[in-house]
């Protein structure tokens, strides 16, 4: 699976942004997709995923201003992000994986597959 990222920018605090993540090469509605991020001087962390089915699973720090959804037709995943704050200013990873489990869901070694990132800067 080859995914590609796009849809990053530049936007001030409280605007919004959504990000586009684009599969190629296998089944895409057999997955499980996610995003990460990476913010300056920071680990890479998990935003949200969603699992086969459209269960959607989220960080506390984005819950109610980010949206994943996934369109398997055109498979791809997006990313709304609302309400954007300056802490979210990051490099932001689309990922995908089969058989995950709910336990591992937050874990960037359950992902098989990664595209680059698309930079993500909110300005306050």
């Known amino acids: 699976v080859q995914l590609q990222a796009s849809g990053g920018g530049l936007v001030q605090t409280g605007g919004s942004l959504r990000l586009s993540c684009v599969a190629s090469g296998h089944t895409f509605s057999s997955y499980t997709v996610g995003w990460f991020r990476q913010g300056p001087g920071k680990e890479r962390e998990f935003v949200a995923a969603?699992?086969?089915?459209?269960?959607?699973y989220y960080a506390d720090s984005v819950k109610g201003r980010f949206a994943i959804s996934r369109d398997n037709a055109k498979s791809t995943v997006y990313l709304r992000m609302n309400s954007l704050k300056p802490e979210d200013t990051a490099v932001y990873y689309c990922a995908a994986g089969r058989s995950i489990i709910l336990s591992n869901l937050r874990q960037e070694a359950a992902y098989d597959y990664w595209g680059r990132g698309t930079q993500v800067t909110v300005s306050s």
């Open positions: 969603d699992r086969r089915g459209g269960f959607t």
